[in-house]
């Protein structure tokens, strides 16, 4: 059976560290505060929203609230980052996604400074992890690479399939693992022999959006196998994109959904903030 890559603990690892680092830059007069903006009330958004405040709250970051209507001009939305980039004692600025469709998200991610763009997206800062310069990097990527060696996996030399090409998670993670010294293999829908590619992974990393599809015939034997899916099966009942049962038991490591790569994102999040503190 495969051991259990705990994220909760992790992630509450992570926070109780970025918590005392906080502490220690308040003492030298440095605060912290994180601008949220959400556009609409999508019920997801207004989820992670909550949970995004609640974790900057105990960490001791200022979190300001910007709910907005549904009908929110592209206009007023960029009026409104270009007067928190100017302002000072704003660390940092996250546009929940998605916007409605009124709004060009590329632009909105475009207009936040990379120096406070803690999400990660700008283009700026997805350049510099191409080309290994210092920078945000997106968070649910980097909390897999925290799971990872917080949990002694070894990631150098090994051969890593990504499956999953999305700006948000699998791009940045293909280029995190080869910064790591990975040997990366990215796969998506378009791919030709999945299951056999798959097999072929120290590390399987699943990011695809379809309910439970990984199955023990993806899996090499003493694989570790990473989900950042997340949905809801026909009991109501939350999944990922790997079928845990039976894939826990050929893996060596698995992480579980709930509770395995969700709570990393967070403490990501967290620690970008805590970061911009020291930009
Ligand atoms: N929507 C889904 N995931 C994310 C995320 O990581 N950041 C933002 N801003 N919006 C999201």
Redesign the pocket.
């Known amino acids: 059976m495969a051991e259990i890559i705990d994220g909760k603990k992790i992630s509450q690892e992570i926070k109780e560290e970025l918590k005392e680092r906080v502490l220690r830059l308040k003492e030298q007069g440095k605060e912290a505060a994180l601008a949220v903006i959400q556009v609409g009330d999508d019920p997801a958004?207004c989820v992670?929203v909550n949970n995004k405040k609640k974790a900057c709250q105990y960490i001791g970051i200022t979190s300001l609230s910007y709910e907005l209507p549904e009908d929110t001009t592209e206009e007023d939305l960029l009026a409104l980052i270009d007067k928190l980039n100017k302002d000072t004692r704003v660390n940092g600025i996250?546009?929940?996604?998605?916007v409605p469709e009124q709004i060009d998200a590329d632009k909105v991610i475009r207009a936040i400074s990379p120096q406070k763009d803690v999400?990660g997206?700008h283009p700026e800062n997805v350049g510099r992890l191409v080309i290994g310069e210092e920078g945000f990097v997106?968070?649910?990527p980097a909390g897999i690479i925290e799971l990872l060696k917080r949990s002694g996996i070894e990631i150098a030399g090994k051969h890593c399939v990504v499956v999953g090409r999305s700006n948000?998670v699998g791009k940045p993670m293909a280029l995190l693992m080869l910064r790591e010294n990975a040997t990366v293999t990215v796969a998506h829908s378009k791919t030709q022999h999945l299951k056999e590619l798959c097999k072929e992974a120290d590390i399987l990393i699943v990011a695809i959006g379809k309910p439970q599809f990984i199955t023990a015939e993806y899996i090499k034997e003493g694989a570790v196998v990473i989900d950042v899916g997340i949905h809801r099966n026909e009991n109501n009942k939350l999944c990922g994109d790997v079928k845990y049962e039976e894939v826990s038991k050929l893996a060596s490591a698995i992480t579980p959904v709930p509770g395995g790569v969700g709570p990393m994102?967070i403490a990501m999040?967290m620690h970008n903030c805590v970061a911009s503190m020291q930009m």
């Open positions: 958004s992670y996250l546009v929940q996604l998605p999400d997206f997106s968070c649910t948000i994102t999040l």
